[in-house]
């Protein structure tokens, strides 16, 4: 299956976070982030469970959405550095996908762990969370791989003309030469 790697970074302030301490269902969920074309993946907190039997616990789920997935799998951390919390998920093979959408979920701590302030998990008024990995993934759509079709960079340049010059700059200074013989010189 393709790999799509993916990272987010999610900042929570405080004041959206209480009021869900003790809701049935109540989340919140991040924008949504695309870095492959029809992908795209975000986060949702349930800081108290989003089942009943997950009620007094608070749940991260990852979210990929494709408008023609098939199934998927992932491999991903969630890490909340200032509470020194940092989980490795492997989630199993899921075929079952609704409207283009798989989730895998992940039971952070419990609600009154994640809402306790020597615990913290919310610090300096807001929760940070960071998710990042790697989206194993199938799909209807048949993608061409990219190829190169460059040559050598002098060739795509100037052709067959030696006669060219070339400034490199690295660190405000400027080195001035005939880009024939920088490339002599190797």
Not at 1 to 10: D, K, T
Not at 148 to 165: C, M, P, R
Request: aromatic content about 12%.
């Amino acid at each position: 299956m393709p790999e799509v790697p993916f990272a987010v970074l999610w900042e929570i302030p405080e004041n959206q976070l209480l009021p869900l301490k003790d809701s049935v269902n109540g989340h919140l969920e991040s924008a949504f982030v695309s870095n492959f074309p029809g992908f795209q993946h975000r986060l949702r907190i349930y800081p108290n469970g989003n089942t009943d039997a997950r009620r007094g616990q608070t749940w991260v789920f990852i979210y990929l959405t494709h408008r023609n997935l098939k199934k998927g799998e992932a491999e991903f951390n969630v890490t909340v550095e200032s509470a020194d919390c940092a989980k490795k998920c492997l989630s199993p093979d899921q075929e079952s996908i609704q409207l283009g959408t798989i989730a895998w979920g992940y039971c952070f701590c419990k609600t009154e762990e994640f809402f306790d302030s020597g615990e913290c998990f919310i610090y300096d008024g807001k929760l940070t969370v960071k998710c990042d990995g790697i989206f194993k993934v199938e799909t209807d759509v048949v993608s061409e791989q990219q190829k190169w079709v460059g040559g050598e960079l002098g060739d795509v340049l100037w052709g067959d003309n030696d006669t060219k010059d070339c400034t490199v700059v690295v660190d405000n200074k400027q080195i001035k030469e005939s880009f024939f013989m920088v490339c002599r010189r190797r």
